[in-house]
């Protein structure tokens, strides 16, 4: 029973509202004495865990890294590179986005883009442009709109395309429990047929891109 006394640090810690990190670092520590550990021994615990979920840590190093580069005018860049190709519409920019993005999941590259790395400093950016260089000025609804769908079509993109993918935790998690109602599944046929679906879901969020800009430019028009 003493060794749950780390629950309670926890429960107390976030109660008085301490820093969440020395909570957890006072429950662990404390639950490790309880449990027996030397100092030695709860000390080479942290640096396994931390070890072997370092990946996990990997955007905490990106996102200040994105922060400097949004500081140094990357957006501004982002506008400007797209203001400059006369082809360049929002649907289209999207569309394109979503594609790379599909197909980057489907070959199990899910970390590559995603909010923080690419939406952000660079997509939504990107689309802000496309639209106002059809639109003139956007309004700041618009403009919240073009950034929803920006995010939006990061979500699709990257959800439907990773199920592609065989070694994907999904199919992994279907595969398991399948299995254990006795349904021997191949991942490969989960994937073969996660491919319908992900054309599916171009097609329809491609359309919902194409409505999004013709209805921007409609409002243009009779402004």
């Not at 931390?50 to 990357?74: C, H, K, M, Q």
């Amino acid at each position: 029973m003493l060794v749950l006394i780390g629950i309670l640090i926890i429960i107390a810690g976030f109660l008085l509202r301490f820093n969440p990190l020395l909570v957890i670092m006072a429950s662990a520590l404390a639950t490790g004495l309880a449990a027996g550990l030397d100092l030695t021994a709860i000390v080479a615990a942290f640096g396994k865990a931390f070890n072997d979920t370092r990946y996990v840590s990997i955007v905490w190093i990106v996102l200040p890294v994105i922060g400097l580069l949004e500081a140094y005018g990357l957006q501004q860049h982002a506008r400007t590179l797209i203001g400059r190709m006369k082809g360049a519409t929002l649907g289209r920019l999207l569309t394109s986005y979503l594609l790379l993005r599909q197909a980057m999941a489907a070959v199990g590259l899910t970390s590559v883009a995603g909010h923080p790395q690419t939406v952000r400093p660079l997509v939504a950016p990107m689309a802000e442009a496309a639209a106002e260089a059809k639109n003139d000025a956007l309004t700041d609804d618009q403009r919240e709109e073009v950034k929803a769908f920006a995010a939006a079509t990061d979500n699709v993109g990257l959800f439907f395309g990773e199920d592609i993918f065989l070694a994907i935790g999904s199919i992994l998690l279907m595969k398991g429990v399948l299995d254990g109602y006795g349904y021997q599944i191949e991942p490969l046929h989960f994937s073969l047929w996660a491919i319908p679906t992900a054309i599916a879901a171009f097609l329809i969020h491609g359309f919902r891109l194409r409505r999004l800009e013709q209805r921007m430019t409609k409002k243009a028009v009779g402004a």
